[in-house]
């Protein structure tokens, strides 16, 4: 088992040493680097291992590790929403992120995706129908899908957005997710549109 961890790290004029994991880091504002390399507002970039960010800002932090506990005791306070993933440690997986934004009151078909993730709404307001649920989401909400349950996502606000970081079989790298519920849903448009940050094959264990 493998768990999926979103953590926000606020920095004001400092350092901050990571812990090992397979990241994808979203700078949402401010002046920030990662191991001395700038990182820019409104992209997620890859990484692997310890690191250490410095500056200020705010990073929206998706670590991927296999260690059984929920975080460090340092990162109880950082810690947004965490997710535990049946795969196997040692196996390849591919991690994508991407920024997924809404028109006006626009809807998505029914769908599932080819794998599981977490997301965060950026700005806006979201209605998600998730199975036999629905949910208001507001800015900043945490929430995790995965990928099986059909959903439906309505934007309530204008500006409407969210970052998704998935973690999909080593087959899926460079190919779609989306899975339209069925012929009905499949015809429908698809009003959203998605900006993907990186899709990268990796490991937890070097081969």
Do not use: N
């Not at 350092?15 to 680097?33: F, W």
């Not at 006006?104 to 998600?128: F, Q, S």
């Not at 199975?131 to 309505?154: C, K, Y």
């Not at 997710?177 to 940050?197: G, L, V």
């Amino acid at each position: 088992m493998i768990r999926l961890a979103l953590f926000e790290d606020l920095l004001e004029e400092e350092s901050r040493a990571l812990p090992p994991a397979v990241r994808g880091l979203y700078l949402r504002h401010g002046s920030v680097t990662l191991d001395g390399t700038p990182l820019a507002p409104d992209t997620a970039i890859f990484a692997t291992g310890p690191a250490v960010l410095a500056g200020s800002g705010e990073v929206w932090r998706f670590d991927v590790s296999d260690v059984p506990t929920l975080a460090a005791p340092e990162e109880y306070a950082r810690l947004i929403l965490a997710h535990p993933l049946q795969r196997d440690a040692a196996a390849p997986f591919v991690l994508r992120m991407d920024r997924v934004d809404f028109p006006p009151e626009g809807a998505t078909p029914k769908h599932g995706h080819a794998g599981p993730g977490i997301r965060r709404l950026l700005g806006g307001r979201l209605l998600a129908e998730v199975g036999e649920a629905a949910h208001r989401i507001d800015a900043g909400d945490a929430w995790f899908e995965t990928g099986f349950d059909p959903v439906i996502g309505r934007a309530l606000l204008p500006g409407s957005a969210f970052i998704r970081c998935m973690v999909l079989d080593a087959e899926l790298h460079g190919r779609p997710t989306f899975r339209a519920w069925d012929a009905e849903e499949a015809a429908k448009p698809r009003s959203t549109a998605a900006r993907q940050f990186f899709d990268t094959l990796t490991a937890l264990q070097p081969a």
